[in-house]
């Protein structure tokens, strides 16, 4: 007797359609970023409005669908999840060591999905800046 047990997987979490490719406004907080592509706004949009200097799409899941990496309100990873976008990750921007910038993205460790390398500044009498390798799993 043998047995044969399959298992189907669940159908990938779809983003929200597209339907808006403009913002005329600018985003304030996170709350608007999520408003704004939860409700068909273009990620682009928001790279655009806020700057590219700091802000990115990249695909750090291998899911062939991009986060949106921001920095407002402190470094944050926006991803689809369940048809919606919500943070993925987020930095504590009040830490004395809050993240203040993306150095590189780069497959380090070879998994075939980039590590986030971000660079941090502390504060006090001696500046020191650290380097800060996120992993994705």
Not at 30 to 51: C, K, M, R, T, Y
Not at 76 to 90: E, V
Not at 97 to 126: C, W
């Amino acid at each position: 007797v043998s047995t044969i047990v399959t298992v189907t997987p669940a159908p990938r979490a779809e983003c929200p359609l597209v339907i808006t490719l403009d913002r005329t406004t600018n985003f304030k907080n996170i709350g608007d970023v999520l408003e704004f592509i939860n409700q068909g706004g273009s990620p682009n949009a928001v790279v655009e409005s806020l700057g590219e200097s700091n802000n990115f799409l990249k695909d750090l899941t291998g899911d062939n669908v991009p986060e949106l990496i921001i920095n407002l309100e402190g470094m944050m990873i926006l991803g689809c999840d369940d048809g919606r976008y919500r943070i993925l990750l987020q930095t504590d921007s009040a830490s004395p060591e809050a993240y203040t910038r993306i150095a590189t993205f780069k497959d380090m460790n070879g998994d075939n999905l980039p590590e986030i390398i971000m660079q941090s500044h502390g504060v006090g009498t001696i500046p020191v800046i650290t380097y800060h390798i996120i992993e994705w799993d």
